[in-house]
């Protein structure tokens, strides 16, 4: 049996097709007409009324914290349990990481936590859609931001097709952010977008990410620029997975509840609360016992299968060695949490070998 990847792109001769036309049709490769195209088809999928593309979903959080005006001597709240990218996109920008604890259900940024943590220096909120949930009280979050004029910006890099009451995750604060790095249900190979109804903001994303020009191509700098820029290139290969992503967030909601019949009764497994009408899993995530995860991984590995342990509590990493702090809720998710096969081609089949392997471990 061919080892079953956690994750894995998947392209077929649609997108070679579309790369090899380009090529022949002498365009310049850099961003121009196919970039724009790409992004009005994120625009028109996501319902925002303008959208960005810049070169990764890291440097998109920074541009948008640095277009919303945050800078040294603010201070940024970041959920504690997310991707760390999310959390050193807002060293460039000057102002200081404060982490915040979850939600046991959403892992996204807790309400409570996060009101208590604001302080008359509180710029801006990342607020995380972790796999494609929305945050508990997202709305409540909203609310609460407006009110206090903290900038929102949702990183939703994992959370391309999903929604909260039928809104796209990404389009509830002033910006949302995607991402499109190898593993993500799109991908261009690397690639991240802004999203935003805000025309300053879009306007200034512009000329952050490039090099603070008047205009494209118009040696003119108003502000602080650099090149974040995307390329013609990969907005080909874009625009074909767009016309997949349909298919694809459908696909990952069946291999959801796919998985969750198989997995549903066993002891010692935890799936979370997933409302599949809103929420297309990117991955299968589940909790399992802590000091059992190392040998589950090599249980599955030993029958060539991939699985991978979710990140660890942010705050305790080298990087931030902030070892004063508590997050419990963050820290427990870390040290349970295991994604298991997700990749949009799985068949049925190569599920059930999966599910039947995870039922094989003793617990
Ligand atoms: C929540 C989150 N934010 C940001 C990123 C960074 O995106 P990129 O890899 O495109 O820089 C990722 C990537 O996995 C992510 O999961």
């Known amino acids: 049996m061919d080892f079953i990847n956690q994750m894995e792109p998947w392209f077929d001769a649609r997108e070679a097709d579309a790369v090899d036309a380009y090529l022949r049709s002498g365009g310049w490769v850099t961003e121009f007409r196919k970039t724009r195209a790409f992004e009005a088809a994120i625009a028109a999928y996501t319902g925002a009324a303008s959208c960005s593309v810049v070169s990764n979903g890291t440097i998109s959080l920074t541009l948008a914290l640095l277009a919303c005006g945050v800078g040294p001597g603010d201070e940024v709240l970041v959920p504690d349990y997310t991707m760390v990218a999310t959390a050193n996109a807002v060293q460039p920008t000057g102002a200081r990481v404060v982490f915040v604890d979850i939600d046991h259900d959403t892992l996204g940024m807790d309400y409570d936590r996060m009101v208590a943590a604001v302080t008359p220096r509180t710029k801006a909120v990342l607020l995380v859609s972790i796999n494609g949930r929305a945050p508990a009280r997202l709305d409540a ?29 990404g389009t509830f604060g002033d910006i949302g952010s995607f991402s499109f790095s190898a593993p993500k249900v799109i991908t261009t190979g690397q690639g991240g977008a802004l999203v935003t109804d805000h025309p300053k903001l879009i306007e200034a994303i512009g000329k952050l990410r490039d090099f603070g020009r008047e205009a494209p191509g118009a040696d003119h700098y108003l502000t602080m620029g650099w090149n974040a820029k995307f390329t013609d290139l990969q907005a080909v290969i874009g625009l074909v997975q767009m016309e997949k992503l349909p298919w694809r967030v459908e696909r990952k909601k069946a291999i959801y509840a796919r998985y969750q ?16 009408t809103q929420t297309s899993p990117w991955f299968i995530d589940v909790l399992v016992p802590a000091d059992r995860r190392a040998a589950l991984i090599a249980h599955l590995k030993a029958q060539q299968i991939g699985s991978r342990p979710f990140y660890p509590a942010l705050h305790a990493e080298p990087v931030y060695n902030r070892t004063t702090e508590h997050y419990p809720v963050a820290e427990e998710i870390a040290q349970r949490g295991l994604w298991l096969p997700s990749a949009s081609k799985l068949t049925d089949e190569q599920i059930d070998v999966v599910c039947a392997a995870v039922r094989s471990f003793p617990g």
């Not at 909203?142 to 949702?154: D, S, Y």
């Not at 019949?261 to 599949?276: E, F, G, K, M, V």
């Open 261 to 276: 019949q198989h997995l549903q009764s066993i002891p010692w497994l935890d799936l979370l609360p997933t409302d599949l």
């Open 141 to 169: 979050i909203v609310a609460f931001c407006r009110g206090r004029g903290i900038h929102l910006v949702e990183d939703a890099a994992q959370s391309l097709g999903s929604h909260h009451g039928g809104r796209h995750l």
